[in-house]
């Protein structure tokens, strides 16, 4: 599959993994009964994978319901929704007024459309996804930036077909809740969660998400020794290394555990954590190297599998 056969999320998800599919699905294996998006986030993994079944799951509820919604409307409702709705608040690309009237809307009803979401992430600051503590959609307007575009349009009719057309499961569960004993070893679970050592705005437990501490991520790895236990394949994506900081913990785990670790090639120039893309060396225990430096790790077996400990020299 080339790169410009994936679909991409219909807006755009801060930290998404659609540049980096090609490599990722390079490494997946090719026959997969059932995959698990842990951490589903913007669905640019999960929607193009080829396997019987899908299950998304991320804790931010509302995006979730988005999903939903995409998957048992029309296409034609859910346009005209969209449109309607931009025209009677007059909410514009150029000035904020009418965003904010919309923005204060949503957070005062009981009830909302779960399209009114993905209307103020059309038009906000970087499409963010962002809420405050009390659970109010508090991302600013994207002036000048942010707009529901032609493409945009295009990508969400393409993703609202995909998504009915594949047998698809929505949770939005902490990741210690999903029910792993249904899975197979034909199964993959994949990871992308917060990365414990960069400062992306999902991960400081300030907008409405749940935070993310060396407590998670500890769970996370013994879950992951869990699914490897029973044979289970799994995938995690993270960093272990940013700005000078190394993330100690995962490192060692890898290498206790003598599971595979591929790096990979990466560059969030949306995000709050960059990649320098210009130094390609392979120790990810130098701090001499990369600021940054995203590895894929797995416990399946590929072709000419690189030796685990070569990452680490």
């Keep these: 599959m080339v790169k410009n056969s994936f679909l991409k999320c219909p807006f755009n998800y801060i930290g998404g993994k659609h540049k980096l599919l090609p490599q990722l699905f ?3 294996p090719k026959d997969i009964s059932t995959f698990v998006d842990m951490f589903g986030g913007g669905f640019n993994v999960g929607i193009n994978i080829n396997a019987n079944k899908l299950i998304y799951n991320d804790q931010i509820t509302p995006l979730v319901e988005l999903y939903k919604y995409f998957q048992s409307n029309t296409t034609e409702n859910i346009l005209n929704y969209i449109h309607t709705t931009i025209k009677d608040y007059n909410i514009k690309k150029e000035e904020k007024e009418g965003f904010l009237k919309f923005r204060e809307a949503y957070n005062k009803n009981s009830v909302k459309n779960p399209l009114d979401l993905y209307i103020l992430i059309s038009f906000s600051f970087n499409y963010q996804i962002r809420f405050n503590n009390s659970r109010e959609y508090n991302c600013p307007h994207g002036t000048n930036r942010s707009s529901f575009t032609t493409n945009m349009e295009k990508r969400l009719i393409s993703f609202i077909e995909k998504i009915q057309s594949q047998n698809i499961e929505f949770y939005d569960y902490d990741f210690k809740d999903l029910n792993y004993s249904i899975l197979d070893d034909k199964s993959l679970v994949y990871c992308d969660p917060p990365y414990l050592i960069t400062n992306g705005s999902y991960n400081d437990g300030n907008r409405g998400f749940k935070n993310w501490t060396l407590k998670e991520e500890k ?8 699914l490897n236990k029973n044979k289970i394949k799994f995938a995690l994506s993270n960093v272990t290394e940013h700005d000078g900081k190394m993330n100690d913990l995962l490192i060692d785990w890898i290498k206790k555990n003598n599971y595979n670790v591929e790096t990979i090639k990466s560059d969030y120039s949306n995000s709050n954590y960059q990649k320098n893309s210009k ?8 701090k001499k190297n990369n600021k940054n430096k995203e590895v894929l790790v797995y416990n399946f077996k590929k072709q000419a599998l690189q030796s685990t400990l070569e990452h680490f020299d």
């Design 219 to 226: 769970e996370l790895l013994n879950i992951l020794d869990e």
């Design 26 to 28: 390079n490494l997946f």
């Design 279 to 286: 130094n390609s060396k392979n120790d990810i225990n130098s």
